[in-house]
């Protein structure tokens, strides 16, 4: 046999060889768990939660599989996110209460010190009609949504650029959800009226904001409404969905979504807003870990608070008139949402929860301190509001 048949005989294995390889890595990644979806979860969004071996190692090793009970290493890494997000709920409340009290202080003071003459109620009155307060609102809240997302963000070693890679999104479904948002904004307008007739009856107000009298100037309008209208849904969103969504929905989807839907809803601190704001949530929640970037809900946010503000201007300044043409308005609206949610709830529901998310979702978060502190710090503070 000469040379070059051995060479072509060698130059055969080497290409067996490779090809055995080839075959033993597929199977091998066959046995491998998805890090990405280790449990299975045919609902969930396994792109949004992210590499789950970071919480168990164990899932590197083939034939691993998530046991029904978290083992304590990784119950603990898990309390841990929960408390991330606990920590930057309680910062964001003390952050931007403290600081609205301290500018405020030194704003009266200064104000006090240009005019010896006027009294406190005077000052505060004018601070309220003017554009100070609602100025200074945006300041506070624009700082103590981007801080503490970016904080938590970097506590759980999320990369920002998560937030905005959206996925699968068009004009037409940002329109679909716009026009479904109205209808739980709808739904909301009468839940909340049921409730405010329920605590009217004892004596209680749940809308314990009373804006009469709040910004009444051009400037002081022009403000409240770009914070209404833009600022507030993108920094509240980034806050929301983009950090804590992210850092609770490490285990279990469905547990982040009615978690931060609460949260949400606590924040506003009054019943009406809450009721629009949880359910909102859940929506808003829905549609970011659907596209994976939270622009989708920013959409949706600025559309629902935008809608709110005219329907409120066009009551308010065109009296039994604007009143028929708002409500007619919001009949449209509803009746169209309606109808978008039952084709987008024919094909797109809530991630479920498995037998082991279950275990991983408030069983965990009721154990972690900071996050029930943070839970009983925003309902206490709601409800002293309410009947103090």
């Not at 990784?74 to 409340?93: L, P, Q, T």
């Not at 069983?363 to 009983?376: E, H, P, R, T, Y």
């Given at each position: 046999m000469n040379e070059e048949y051995y060479r072509a005989e060698?130059?055969?294995?080497?290409?067996?060889?490779?090809?055995?390889?080839?075959?033993?890595?597929?199977?091998?990644?066959?046995?491998?768990p998805d890090k990405l979806n280790p449990f299975n979860n045919p609902t969930d969004y396994p792109d949004f939660s992210g590499d789950y071996s970071d919480i168990m190692p164990e899932l590197d090793a083939p034939d691993c599989n998530v046991p029904l009970d978290p083992a304590p290493d990784?119950?603990?890494?898990?309390?841990?996110?929960?408390?991330?997000?606990?920590?930057?709920?309680?910062?964001?409340?003390?952050?931007?209460?403290?600081?609205?009290?301290?500018?405020?202080?030194v704003l009266k003071m200064v104000l006090k010190s240009q005019n010896s003459g006027a009294g406190e109620d005077l000052i505060d009155s004018y601070m309220e009609s003017s554009s100070i307060l609602a100025g200074l609102?945006?300041?506070?809240?624009?700082?103590?949504?981007?801080?503490?997302?970016?904080?938590?963000?970097?506590?759980?070693?999320?990369?920002?650029?998560?937030?905005v890679r959206t996925r699968d999104f068009s004009f037409g479904k940002s329109l679909q959800y716009c026009l479904i948002a109205g209808f739980l904004w709808t739904?909301?307008?009468?839940?909340?009226?049921?409730?405010?007739?329920?605590?009217?009856?004892?004596?209680y107000s749940t809308n314990v904001m009373d804006m009469d009298g709040v910004a009444v100037t051009g400037t002081g309008f022009a403000v409240m409404m770009i914070y209404q209208c833009v600022i507030a849904p993108i920094t509240e969103e980034i806050f929301f969905r983009g950090m804590l969504?992210?850092?609770?929905?490490?285990?279990?989807?469905?547990?982040?979504?009615?978690?931060?839907?609460?949260?949400?809803g606590?924040?506003?601190?009054?019943?009406?807003?809450?009721?629009?704001?949880?359910?909102?949530?859940?929506?808003?929640?829905?549609?970011?870990?659907?596209?994976?970037?939270?622009?989708?809900?920013?959409?949706?946010?600025?559309?629902?608070?935008?809608?709110?503000?005219?329907?409120s201007y066009v009551e308010s300044y065109f009296g039994l008139n604007g009143i028929i043409v708002a409500e007619c308005l919001i009949l449209v609206m509803a009746i169209s949402g309606f109808f978008m949610l039952c084709l987008f709830r024919?094909?797109?529901?809530?991630?479920?929860?498995?037998?082991?998310?279950?275990?991983?979702?408030?069983?965990?978060?009721?154990?972690?301190?900071?996050?029930?502190?943070?839970?009983?710090?925003?309902?206490?503070?709601?409800?002293?509001?309410i009947f103090m």
């Open positions: 060698i130059s055969s294995l080497n290409r067996e060889i490779r090809r055995l390889n080839r075959q033993i890595e597929t199977e091998r990644q066959k046995e491998m990784e119950r603990r890494k898990i309390k841990r996110f929960y408390s991330i997000g606990g920590w930057c709920v309680m910062g964001h409340f003390f952050v931007s209460n403290i600081l609205m009290w301290i500018v405020m202080l609102n945006m300041l506070v809240f624009i700082l103590s949504n981007i801080l503490f997302a970016f904080i938590g963000l970097k506590m759980a070693n999320i990369p920002k650029t998560q937030l739904v909301s307008i009468f839940a909340s009226a049921g409730v405010e007739n329920i605590f009217s009856h004892y004596g969504l992210r850092v609770f929905s490490r285990a279990n989807q469905r547990f982040a979504v009615f978690a931060t839907a609460f949260f949400f606590l924040g506003h601190h009054n019943i009406p807003q809450f009721v629009l704001a949880f359910l909102l949530g859940i929506f808003l929640a829905h549609i970011t870990l659907k596209h994976n970037s939270v622009i989708p809900s920013v959409i949706v946010h600025i559309f629902i608070n935008t809608m709110s503000g005219i329907v024919g094909k797109d529901k809530i991630p479920s929860s498995t037998p082991e998310q279950s275990r991983r979702g408030i069983l965990i978060a009721k154990n972690s301190v900071i996050f029930v502190s943070a839970v009983l710090l925003q309902l206490i503070y709601t409800v002293a509001l």
